[in-house]
């Protein structure tokens, strides 16, 4: 089977961590013990997010004195890409010897009349209270949003519409590798009159390209691993209450928030409605519970499912397959 599993940047930094590379490390360490069953059954591509990560390098860029300019948003998450991936690869190895992992720097096409370009929606680097938030904003020149109870960075984030290197990360995958891809959502890029492609100043949505490149790659299941065990319908209220089993359509009219849980629900529901597969939003210790449809947040065409990713079909449904036949419709 062929999973796409996009890690949450949370995972790789815990809010009110410090950034330092050790706490990272440790974090990604956790997060690949949590993994590694994975790889060992199926075909598995890892992604993951730089949002925390990519405010740090952008703070240490603008107070650099040896740049004339700031290195722009594209550059940064090729950085995040490099370090970020280099502490997964490493710790993959580690955790499954003998087994070929590769980490890809890898772009992702966006449009550069993209309207998210004039609404900054992507949280990066730290939370701030209101007022240091906003001052920050006014020296610097930033746009801040409210995020949960603080206030951080944002940045445009174009839809993802393509993984640059899909083919690449396809090859990859058929020689039995782990794939670290599409990190930070991709270095987002257009392709310019000239033919050639340009990095732009953005932050892509790494769920939302995680969606792109599961359907392209055919994968059987997507899953997306937050520090949440699961959505919430009324999420913050008196009457919150986890939501197991869902529809693309059902999950959506849950309206959670942009810039959080809402890229998660439209990446899962996306990958469903695209290729009748299965997908699944959840805490990152539960991702193999999740596929078997004991923990997480599941979405399915129908709104059931068994585990062992079938979604349920009813006996006299005329689409019901066959056994052996039994994979996501649209493959
Ligand atoms: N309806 C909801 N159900 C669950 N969590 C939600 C919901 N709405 C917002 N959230 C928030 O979304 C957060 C996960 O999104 P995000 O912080 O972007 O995750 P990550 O960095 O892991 O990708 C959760 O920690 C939770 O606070
Ligand atoms: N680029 C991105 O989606 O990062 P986070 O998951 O850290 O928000």
Redesign the pocket.
């Not at 932050?203 to 769920?207: I, P």
């Given at each position: 089977m062929r999973l796409v599993v996009a890690l949450?940047?949370?995972a790789l930094l815990e809010r009110g961590q410090r950034p330092d590379a050790e706490v990272q490390e440790g974090n990604v360490r956790r997060a690949v013990a949590a993994l590694a069953p994975l790889a060992h059954r199926h075909e598995l591509v890892l992604t993951?997010?730089?949002?925390?990560q990519?405010g740090v390098l952008a703070l240490q860029s603008a107070s650099d004195p040896e740049l004339s300019t700031p290195y722009p948003f594209d550059v940064l998450g090729a950085q995040t890409q490099g370090m970020i991936g280099y502490w997964l690869l490493q710790a993959m190895q580690n955790a499954l010897p003998g087994r070929q992992v590769a980490a890809i720097i890898n772009q992702t096409l966006v449009e550069a009349d993209d309207p998210a370009f004039d609404d900054p929606s992507?949280?990066v680097g730290q939370s701030y209270d209101e007022e240091t938030a906003r001052e920050l904003a006014s020296q610097r020149g930033w746009t801040v949003k409210q995020d949960g109870a603080g206030w951080r960075r944002v940045v445009g984030s174009p839809r993802p519409q393509r993984v640059v290197e899909t083919r690449l990360i396809r090859s990859l995958l058929e020689t039995g590798a782990v794939v670290i891809c599409a990190g930070?959502?991709g270095v987002p890029v257009v392709r310019g009159a000239d033919g050639l492609l340009h990095g732009v100043e953005a932050?892509?949505?790494?769920?939302l390209t995680s969606a792109v490149l599961a359907e392209a790659l055919d994968a059987d299941a997507l899953l997306v691993l937050t520090d949440v065990p699961h959505v919430v319908r009324g999420f913050g209220t008196p009457d919150a209450e986890p939501v197991r089993v869902s529809t693309p359509a059902a999950l959506r009219a849950l309206g959670a928030p942009a810039g959080s849980m809402g890229?998660k629900v439209e990446a899962v529901s996306r990958f469903v409605e695209l290729t009748g597969g299965v997908a699944g939003i959840g805490a990152l210790a539960d991702a193999e519970r999740i596929l078997d449809g004991a923990a997480g947040t599941v979405v399915t065409p129908n709104g059931r499912y068994e585990g062992s990713l079938r979604p349920a079909v009813p006996a006299d449904d005329p689409l019901r397959l066959t056994r052996g036949e039994q994979r996501p419709l649209g493959r």
């Open positions: 949450g940047g949370n993951h997010g730089n949002g925390p990519v992507k949280f930070g959502g932050v892509v949505d790494k769920d890229p």
